[in-house]
Nanobody
């Protein structure tokens, strides 16, 4: 049983920053590729970022590249999403997810999911 618990999101002004975290249970965290997805109202869930188990090799959706950074601390079983230069288009519920095998941009690659956390960006 693997559980993912996300930090609280928040309300941010346009141009501001926010960091999300996700703590993963178990003793095999470093073997998981981790990803972040988001879902805006009325839209499908979309890929945001992913990172391999070692912490290098990050990959980002074009919409967030250069603004968001995914990182992980394997000693703390935690993955982070640092979000800078936020805009209203970033408003969504954000989900962290764990893949048993490899980084991937598709939802079906991920076995375990966090509960989701709301990020709202005011204009």
């Amino acid at each position: 049983q693997v559980q993912l618990v996300e930090s609280e999101g928040g309300l941010v002004q346009a141009g501001g920053s926010l960091r999300l975290s996700c703590v993963v249970s178990g003793r095999t965290f470093s073997t998981y590729a981790m990803g972040w997805f988001r879902q805006a109202p009325g839209k499908e869930r979309e890929f945001v970022a992913t990172v391999r188990g070692s912490g290098d090799g990050a990959y980002y959706a074009e919409s967030v590249r250069g603004r968001f950074t995914i990182s992980r601390d394997n000693a703390k079983n935690t993955v982070y999403l640092q979000m800078n230069s936020l805009g209203p288009e970033d408003t969504a519920v954000y989900y962290c997810a764990a893949s048993r095998n490899y980084p991937c941009v598709r939802q079906y690659c991920y076995t375990y999911w966090g509960q989701g956390t709301q990020v709202s960006v005011s204009s």
